[in-house]
């Protein structure tokens, strides 16, 4: 269940006419840090990703269901069950008996304490990214850059490349 301030975060992303893969950012970024705080555990970056974009779907944010051929039958159909259970408000579920629900609660919270944080370091996340961007083509990563440079403003493109004039001091000193 996502925490009340990212629903939050959503909803002003909404309201400010951002895209649905900004909207749903905000629920993988929780998911990350339930990963990173031991809540939670993943193998890969690409799970914690995963659970996010399912998070984001339940909670009615309109992200679009993998293509064909990128992800298996049973991806694109739970992204659509997701998204068809974001649909319609939820109703409250009924509880398991106090006992069996200490017994598992306990249970998680062992299991997860042998979890490894791995998956979503800073490290994994880059890698994903990059791995991520690698495979779309260098038009449509330069449009991305494009339309990010377009939307930042004057006082941000300027942040931004003095930043990046930064960048390439440090590593030209290496």
Do not use: C, W, Y
Request: net charge positive; hydrophobic share 35%; glycine share 6%.
């Amino acid at each position: 269940m996502p925490e009340q301030k990212t629903l939050k975060r959503a909803a002003a992303d909404k309201r400010a006419g951002k895209s649905a893969s900004t909207q749903a950012g905000e629920f993988v970024k929780e998911q990350v840090d339930k990963v990173r705080a031991g809540k939670h555990g993943v193998r890969s970056a690409k799970q914690a990703i995963a659970i996010g974009l399912s998070e984001a779907r339940r909670a009615g944010v309109a992200v679009k269901s993998p293509k064909k051929g990128t992800t298996s039958e049973a991806t694109r159909k739970k992204a659509g069950k997701d998204s068809a259970a974001g649909q319609h408000k939820s109703t409250a579920r009924k509880s398991a008996s106090t006992e069996s629900a200490a017994k598992r609660s306990r249970a998680s919270t062992n299991a997860l304490k042998r979890e490894s944080t791995a998956g979503a370091s800073p490290a994994a996340m880059s890698k994903q990214a990059k791995s991520a961007a690698a495979r779309r083509p260098a038009a449509s990563r330069s449009a991305a850059a494009k339309k990010a440079a377009a939307t930042k403003g004057a006082a941000g493109r300027s942040a931004a490349a003095k930043k990046a004039a930064q960048t390439r001091a440090s590593r030209a000193h290496h």
